[in-house]
């Protein structure tokens, strides 16, 4: 355990299910934190200054007035990710990005598995929490980790292999008002992403996306590879993944697992839930779940993996991100029938796209239904929302299983 903490007072900022572990493990190695939250304490922020070490979960912004005013009268800010780097004896291979971070970094698993079985664990925006894994591993164990931009903030230590799928802007609120896992400027954003190479030394690598070069270069000792995308045998839809899976190829070779097995995780590799998701086919007409899209980049990326006929449904809660590029391509496509526009962004989306083949819905199930209807058999229904669900929603995966449960639904009344 990190000595750092004995005879420190310790609080924990945020109690959601990353400061659950945290928690748990600091009790069990005789650290006693004080939960500052706000459903515990109404004047929590005020507390902040009364503590030598804030583990920060990552809701909290990094960046927000009453912890670096704290942080500069000499309170040390942590959080679970940060004391999982300083504890683990083995290798990390970390993984960001914009989108596409979740698949990759489950397609890098299930290829180093291929070659060091039972000693590839994976940590992220699933399972358990870093933390929790911690009794299990030892040196020989090697670690796929999924890092959001809100825990690289705290980090001052680089996994050995730091993966990065893509960069665009996600995550803003620049309106100042420091509300939760919100960054307040894309200078914000993408500092805290470079912490994923930042601290790497000669001896590690970064695997990198070909498009990122001439803003990553000079980040980072680590060796820089940049692999470009070529066609592979793979269940997975769009140029994107393909860009996705030369970097999980790249990552592969580092570790040296056989080409062959590489090739053959690839290929058996059908996706994680919610991302270009294959739900069912009713009556011909094929319906995709891609919920995890929540920015006009991921959309546009789902859009292109497609060729035929499409329905879309579109829309969700506002994060203030730019959709002239979205709007502009589903305005001039031919291949998209009908846009069906819902959540707290449908008015804005309406007014951006000007276009006969765009409705507005209350409802997602009305969305769902409706756009059913309009289709012809081997025509596709997708739903790539380009913005969060939290205005409908508890979160885009909650969106991704009620809209699988309505088409499923929809399909039992039909046969």
Do not use: C
């Amino acid at each position: 355990m990190s000595t750092y903490l004995k005879n420190r007072k310790t609080a924990i900022l945020g109690l959601g299910r990353e400061g659950l572990s945290t928690l748990k493990f600091l009790k069990k190695h005789g650290v006693k934190p004080k939960i500052l939250d706000a459903k515990n304490d109404k004047n929590y922020l005020k507390r902040i200054k009364d503590y030598d070490i804030i583990f920060r979960t990552p809701g909290f912004p990094r960046l927000h007035p009453r912890l670096l005013k704290a942080e500069k009268r000499g309170t040390q800010v942590t959080s679970n990710t940060r004391l999982f780097f300083e504890l683990f004896p083995g290798k990390i291979i970390g993984v960001t990005g914009t989108k596409g971070k979740t698949s990759t970094s489950f397609l890098i698993s299930a290829i180093l598995k291929r070659k060091f079985g039972k000693n590839v664990f994976q940590v992220g925006n699933f399972g358990k929490p870093a933390l929790d894994l911690l009794p299990k591993l030892d040196k020989r164990s090697l670690v796929v980790f999924e890092l959001s931009s809100f825990q690289l903030q705290d980090l001052n230590k680089s996994p050995h292999v730091a993966v990065i799928t893509n960069m665009t802007l996600d995550h803003m609120d620049p309106s100042g008002r420091f509300g939760p896992a919100t960054h307040q400027s894309a200078k914000e954003y993408f500092d805290a992403k470079m912490n994923i190479i930042r601290y790497q030394s000669a001896k590690d690598f970064a695997v990198i996306n070909p498009s990122l070069k001439n803003r990553v270069e000079k980040i980072g000792k680590g060796k820089k590879i940049y692999p470009a995308s070529r066609p592979t045998e793979t269940k997975l839809k769009g140029r994107h993944n393909l860009d996705n899976i030369a970097l999980t190829v790249a990552v592969g070779n580092i570790f040296k697992v056989p080409k062959t097995k590489v090739l053959e995780a690839i290929k058996d590799f059908e996706g994680v839930e919610h991302r270009l998701e294959f739900v069912t086919k009713v009556n011909g007409v094929s319906f995709y779940n891609d919920s995890a899209a929540t920015n006009s980049d991921a959309t546009l990326a789902a859009l292109k993996a497609f060729d035929g006929p499409l329905r879309l449904i579109l829309g969700g809660s506002d994060k203030g991100l730019d959709y002239k590029k979205l709007a502009n391509y589903i305005s001039k496509s031919r291949n998209i029938k009908t846009v069906a526009l819902i959540g707290q962004i449908k008015n804005k989306l309406y007014k951006l796209i000007r276009d006969k083949k765009v409705k507005k819905f209350e409802s997602l199930k009305d969305a769902v239904l409706t756009l059913y209807k309009k289709s012809a058999k081997n025509e596709t229904v997708l739903l790539s929302p380009a913005a969060a669900s939290f205005d409908m929603f508890e979160s885009y995966a909650q969106r991704g299983k009620e809209f699988k449960k309505l088409v499923r639904q929809m399909k039992r009344r039909v046969r």
